[in-house]
Structures are given as structure tokens and as C-alpha cells.
């Protein structure tokens, strides 16, 4: 039986790179050590991170302007090291669209001063409020977005203007869909939903923000540290790099972001489609903010959604459950999904509705 996982993270990475790594992974070009077994200084790694940093800069078409690093800790550790590096007691202006977001705001409160520019809160993260509703500060240190909110199901489609550099969480769509990188003061995302393993983050920032960070930021956490060390200050988690580079490789070969993003528009139009067309499942995003990545929907009652996760597990579709703050059902569909599998889902649902 074909096994499709909608997990929202960790969640499934391409076969193709799985496979890859596999046949990789007790000896690595003839070395007869596994890529885990090498010092990260030796000449065998070198190459490994030097390609993937390559890789996401081809990708993403980042220039030189941008420093492009990887950090451990998460998108998590991102939402209190952005702060300490570029906040220093200043007012950022943050929009709150959903959990991670108040996540990252509230740790951005031990840094200096937080001004929630607009809030969906009160409709329940159903939307990103319109730009010209949103309430910016005069001299914002910055502006902080999360480009795609992964509990709530719900994706900006363009990106607000702002004098103060915008710092986007993209944990859950980064290398979804071609952006334009230079519309950005940095840009942050988890590894786990798109680009690899879980416990780093990809880093983009531009060098000149990189003047803001104090001396009294400890080491390990200034980004100036890993910019002058090509994130290798420390041992960096080179497993999960190497990851990241097979995962870019894949991306490259099927036609760079830009093919990615045409499949990821129409598996999540399949999907869409398909719950405008029925009234047993509903979605409650509004229509222009409904995510790509992560369809949130339900059934008509808590007991079927339960049933629904269940039933759908036994036939191969794992992880749909939704959110545990928020509950229902939910579909991640990121990169790695293939068609096939948002297929398969539809036609699970088609019979599971008409069983119920
Ligand atoms: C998953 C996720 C995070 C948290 O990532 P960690 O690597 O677990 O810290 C943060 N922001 C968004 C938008 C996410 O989807």
C-alpha cells in the first residue's frame, strides 16, 4: 500500500532524496564512513555545506548583499535570537496571524518594545488583515510577518510594504513559491516542512542589519558569528545539512521553485476545489488566505474528524489530525507531496463522506 504522510512537521521529504541518502549512508564517496562520521573540517564535508548554501542561493536567487546561514535551534530559537540581534531596546512593529507568530512577538518583548500592527485574532486567524488596516510604527526597528501560519491554514499571497526592513518566518513555505528575496531585511525557516530535518533553521539576512548586533550578545547567538564562520563557529548539525543539500539538489533537478510552485498550486486547487464543492467538509480560512501548504478542514462533527484521521490512516493517508490547539483535520502539503497523494486524499474523502 502507497503511504502518503500529511504531517505538518517533521513531514515527509521527496523519495528520491530519501533513497539517495540511504544508499549513501554507511560509506560516502568511497570513504567507507557514513556522512555522520565525518569531521565537519575535513575534506569531505566542505563541500557538503558549501553546496548547500550554493543550492539555496541558486534557488532563491539571493544575492551577495544577503548572508545565508544555518542555525541550530529551530525556527523556535530564530523568534529570541532575531530579537537580541536587531531589536536592542527599539520597537518592532509584528502581525499577529497565529500561534507561531505570538510566539515569536511575546519573545520579542524581552528585547524591546512590540507593536501588534494587526491581529485576525478575534475571527480566529481566519484571514491576513488587509495591509491598509495595519497600524505601523514610525521608526520600527522592523516589520515581522510569518509568510505562511501553519496551525491556523492560512498564507499571505503578497507581502506588505513597509519602510522598516521586513523579517519573514517562512518555516512553512520557504522554497514553496518564487519570491523575490530583495523585499526582505531577513528571512527565517525551520528546516522540518520543506528543506530537511528538524532542529536548524535557514538564515537569510542582509549584511547591512548585521551592523545592529551588539557586543553583548553571547557568541553562539550572534549572527555575525555564523556569517564570519560560514556557520561552522561550531560543530554544525552537518547530518541535517547534508540533508538540506540532497533536498536543494532535488529541488534543482525538477525544474528549480518556480516548477515546484505550479504542482503546489494545483495539488492545493484540487483540494480546494474539492472542499468548495461539497458542505460536508468546511474549511473556515476565508478565500483569498487560504495556504497552499497546510488545508485545514472538518468534518461535521469532532467524533467523524476523529474517525475521519482514523479511517484515513488505515488506508495509507497518515497524520491529517489537526492542530492540537485548534483540532479538525488538516492536510500539509508541502513540496514533497506529490500529486498522487492529494489524489489519493480526495478520493478517501469522496468515500468516506458518502460512508458516514
Ligand atoms: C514549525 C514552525 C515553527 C517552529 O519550528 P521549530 O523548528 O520547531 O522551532 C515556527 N514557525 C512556523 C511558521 C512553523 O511552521
Redesign the pocket.
Known amino acids: 500500500m502507497a503511504v502518503y504522510n500529511f504531517s505538518a512537521?517533521p513531514a515527509m521529504l521527496p523519495k528520491k532524496v530519501m533513497e539517495k541518502a540511504q544508499a549513501e549512508f554507511c560509506n560516502y564517496q568511497n570513504s567507507e564512513c557514513g556522512v555522520m562520521e565525518l569531521s565537519h573540517r575535513g575534506k569531505l564535508y566542505a563541500p557538503i555545506i558549501a553546496r548547500a548554501e550554493a543550492n539555496v542561493r541558486e534557488l532563491m536567487n539571493i544575492s551577495d548583499d544577503y548572508a545565508v546561514l544555518f542555525v541550530q535551534g529551530?525556527?523556535?530559537m530564530q523568534f529570541c535570537m532575531l530579537a537580541m540581534n536587531l531589536l536592542n531596546g527599539n520597537t518592532a512593529d509584528y502581525a499577529e496571524t497565529g500561534v507561531?507568530s505570538n510566539k515569536a512577538a511575546k519573545e520579542a518583548k524581552l528585547f524591546g518594545n512590540v507593536n501588534i500592527c494587526c491581529s485576525s485574532k478575534e475571527t480566529k486567524y481566519d484571514h491576513i488583515p488587509a495591509f491598509d488596516t495595519w497600524n505601523l510604527s514610525d521608526n520600527a526597528a522592523y516589520l515581522h510577518i510569518?509568510s505562511?501560519n501553519?496551525v491556523a491554514g492560512t498564507q499571505y499571497r503578497t507581502f506588505p510594504k513597509s519602510n522598516a526592513p521586513l523579517i519573514a518566518?517562512m518555516?512553512?513555505d520557504i522554497m514553496s513559491r518564487v519570491i523575490n528575496v530583495n523585499d526582505f531585511g531577513m528571512i527565517y525557516a525551520?528546516a522540518?516542512?520543506n528543506l530537511g530535518p528538524?532542529g536548524f533553521?535557514l538564515v537569510i539576512i542582509r549584511k547591512d542589519l548585521m551592523e545592529r548586533v551588539a557586543a553583548t550578545v553571547p557568541t553562539m547567538l550572534k549572527y555575525t558569528t555564523y556569517a564570519e564562520n560560514e556557520s561552522m563557529f561550531n560543530t554544525p548539525p552537518t547530518y541535517a545539512v547534508y540533508m538540506l543539500a540532497l533536498v536543494t539538489d532535488y529541488f534543482k533537478e525538477v525544474g528549480g521553485i518556480a516548477a515546484m510552485e505550479k504542482v503546489n498550486d494545483a495539488k492545493a486547487k484540487l483540494l480546494y476545489d474539492y472542499l468548495d464543492s461539497t458542505s460536508f467538509y468546511t474549511t473556515p480560512v476565508q478565500k483569498d488566505s487560504r495556504s497552499r501548504m497546510n488545508v485545514v478542514f472538518r468534518t461535521p462533527s469532532e467524533e467523524l474528524d476523529a474517525k475521519f484521521v482514523a479511517d484515513a490512516k488505515a488506508c495509507g493517508l497518515t497524520d491529517l489530525k489537526g492542530h492540537r490547539l485548534v483540532g479538525g483535520c488538516r492536510a500539509s502539503i508541502y513540496n514533497a507531496m506529490p500529486i498522487e497523494g492529494v489524489q489519493a486524499l480526495i478520493e478517501f474523502m469522496k468515500k468516506f463522506e458518502k460512508e458516514a
Request: hydrophobic residues 20%.
Open positions: 512537521g529551530g525556527a523556535s507561531w510569518t505562511n501553519t518566518d518555516s512553512s525551520g522540518q516542512k528538524s533553521a
